[in-house]
């Protein structure tokens, strides 16, 4: 299918796991991104990647970790989670260039226990 | 540092109104970008535009309208004749990063509710 997916749409893991939430896109888009929402943080960008094997931090990266061996996929770890890092994950993607849009995935709705 | 203020936490407006969202920003960099998104009750995220701080020009799309001042740093966001499918919560973003999406902070958002 065609557009951008992210799995799992739901999560619920413990506190010290591991987990990976997966981001997919069909346009080889250049740029991908991994947000997370929260009630009172609002959209806080985490990190992103220009190209495959370039990624970058944003605003709250710490506890995260990212790889883009491949342009199409973007995968963000919580090496060991947190409560504090329950929240809706969002995916995205765009070409960056003047005027382009930015295309979300459907979202990955985290519970650390 | 950078700041996006959405005053308008929740606007009620009638079907068919006019509604204006208001954001504000702050930043010291001359060059940025600004950018609104939409989130309908649904909770998917849609990207309505892009701006960056050379163009201001005001954009129109369909009953959509943006106004983009840089002499009081504010991007606000027209919806004309607003319909019930325009409730959703709006958020004004701004980047002053290397690239457009580098270092991007969002508003808080406002809840428009669109009542039939």
């Known amino acids: 299918d065609a557009g951008i997916t992210q799995s799992p749409r739901y999560k619920i893991t413990e506190t010290g796991r591991q987990v990976t939430l997966m981001c997919h896109q069909t346009w080889s888009h250049s740029y991908m991104f991994w947000y997370r929402q929260d009630l009172g943080h609002g959209l806080r960008l985490i990190y992103y990647?220009?190209?495959?094997?370039?990624?970058d931090k944003g605003e709250v990266p710490d506890g995260y970790v990212v790889s883009r061996s491949k342009t199409e996929n973007f995968p963000l770890t919580l090496e060991s989670a947190t409560r504090s890092q329950t929240s809706v994950y969002f995916c995205?993607?765009?070409?960056?260039?003047?005027?382009?849009?930015?295309?979300f995935g459907p979202g990955t709705r985290l519970t650390v226990l | 540092a950078q700041k996006v203020t959405q005053a308008q936490t929740e606007i009620s407006v009638v079907e068919k109104e006019d509604v204006t969202l208001d954001c504000v920003y702050e930043t010291r960099d001359t060059t940025y970008y600004l950018f609104w998104y939409k989130q309908p009750p649904s909770g998917e995220l849609v990207f309505l535009i892009r701006?960056?701080?050379?163009?201001?020009q005001n954009e129109i799309s369909g009953r959509y309208s943006w106004n983009f001042q840089k002499s009081t740093s504010s991007f606000n966001f027209t919806i004309t004749a607003s319909q019930v499918v325009d409730s959703a919560v709006y958020f004004c973003a701004l980047s002053e990063g290397k690239t457009s999406y580098d270092k991007v902070i969002f508003g808080p958002g406002t809840s428009l509710s669109v009542i039939p």
């Open positions: 990647s220009a190209a495959a094997d370039i990624t």
């Open positions: 701006r960056n701080s050379f163009d201001e």
């Open positions: 995205a993607s765009s070409e960056d260039k003047g005027g382009d849009e930015q295309f």
